[in-house]
């Protein structure tokens, strides 16, 4: 049986399912978002702006970061192809929000610079992508594009440096596209890009004999005591006093937004039954899905949505225990965070069977869940099973972003 939450009753639906791919400094910070698309029928999108309420939910989810306490609204990269450039198809977007991002395959002819010269004069940004730097067909738009996306794979990092040597002179940034591991990064860190795309922030680098910090062995600690039977709040609180850190910030979320009206806190055991067990539980998991120095980060970012998005899709197709959901999102890439290999790090975490075998291997219907997620969050629209109708999906994602920005306020 498909349920809507009733959280998610109010937002309009859109024709297209959309994901969003950030776009990384060298100081790996988010500075834009590709903007990863398809409509209802499976075609490429010429009218996205023709409705001011889909311009308004890009702008204000898709666009949208929070970085501390202030919303900030970055760039998208969208890809137009040779028919939307040349027929005039691209609805008026606003400049400082949209990049234009022309495709490899793109026939180079006069009428198509021309085209590409127009709207950089209009004050859009102009990305190339799938640079081939033996098709000489790209030679004449390098001195109008400001970006150019190489494809570190098929291009072969071995090749990139001639490469960046034949461009330096057009004074382009350039793009790093399918960075996959840390390795890839720093190799392109020496090479000069600003800016890079991929999932080598996703990608563990296990290290022998790595140890958690203290901090997220506490953490561990009241996990397993939630956990037990006969738990209270005064046992919590025996525990959580050994890290100062951890205390301030149950403190926080219990006088947060999530509170209706600001509580009198008279002690820790009483902050923590102010929550309550099942929340406690979902905060200590988040509190632990920071980085090692205990901020979040962007696959800090990155997990809360996957677990938010899992809890909604098994909400929506009526499957109990939700927050087990949230847990395999939200732990699914923790191996990451802490450099270890993900069975030794979830020996140590006292969470079910059937959720580590979920997120080790994919397996039952909490791992088919995730896997619909992870799909989802990489644009591979084609590979979702169907199970729910089109707009749900993007309806719970879009959802699960701005939950994510609310939750890493509160972590700060």
């Known amino acids: 049986m498909l349920t809507t939450p009733a959280s998610l009753d109010a937002d309009d639906t ?52 929070s970085v501390g306490k202030q919303n900030q609204h970055l760039p998208c990269y969208i ?33 198509f610079i021309q085209k590409v010269s127009d709207y950089a004069k209009r004050g859009y940004r102009i990305v190339l992508a799938d640079y081939d730097p033996s098709d000489l067909r790209f030679d004449p738009l390098l001195n109008t594009v400001h970006v150019v996306k190489l494809d570190i794979q098929l291009l072969g990092l071995a090749n990139i440096p001639s490469i960046v040597q034949r461009l330096r002179p057009y004074q382009l940034d350039l793009l790093a596209d399918k960075v996959e591991t840390k390795e890839e990064f720093r190799q392109c860190l020496e090479i000069g890009f600003s800016q890079y795309q991929g999932y080598f922030l996703s990608r563990p680098e296990p290290v022998k004999g790595r140890k958690i910090r203290g ?9 397993a005591e939630l956990n037990r039977e006969g738990s209270t709040g005064d046992s919590l609180e025996q525990i959580a ?26 002690s820790l055991s009483h902050a923590i039954m102010l929550l309550g067990m099942e929340q406690m539980r979902r905060w200590v998991l988040l509190f632990l899905t920071t980085a090692q120095d ?26 109990d225990d939700s927050l087990n959901f949230f847990v395999v999102g939200l732990l699914s890439q923790i191996d990451a965070l802490f450099d270890q290999a993900m069975p030794d790090l979830l020996e140590g ?5 059937e959720i580590k075998q979920a997120i080790l291997k994919h397996e039952g219907v909490l791992g088919t869940v995730l896997e619909e997620v992870v799909h989802y969050e990489r644009g591979e629209f084609n590979q979702l099973s169907g199970a729910l109708p089109q707009p749900y999906y993007e309806v719970a994602y879009r959802h699960s972003l701005k939950w994510s920005d609310n939750v890493m306020g509160t972590l700060v």
Do not use: H, W
């Open 14 to 65: 859109l024709d297209v399912l959309m994901a969003r791919q950030p776009i990384y400094s060298k100081n790996q910070d988010i500075i834009a978002f590709e903007l990863l698309f398809r409509s209802a029928n499976g075609t490429d999108i010429a009218s996205i702006g023709d409705d001011a309420a889909t311009l308004d939910v890009i702008t204000n989810s898709y666009a949208s970061l």
């Open 79 to 111: 890809k137009v192809t040779d028919k939307i450039l040349l027929n005039d198809q691209l609805p008026e977007l606003p400049p400082n929000l949209f990049v234009l991002e022309i495709l490899g395959r793109s026939t180079i002819t006069p009428e």
């Open 215 to 223: 901090n997220k062995v506490v953490l561990l600690q009241m996990l």
């Open 241 to 266: 006093i050994n890290d100062a850190a951890l205390t301030y910030k149950i403190l926080k979320v219990v006088n947060s937004a999530a509170f209706k009206t600001p509580k009198e806190i008279s």
């Open 294 to 319: 205990g901020t979040p980060n962007a696959l800090t970012r990155n997990l809360l949505v996957r677990g938010r998005m899992c809890e909604l899709l098994a909400s929506m197709q009526g499957y």
């Open 349 to 353: 975490i006292p969470i079910q069977r």
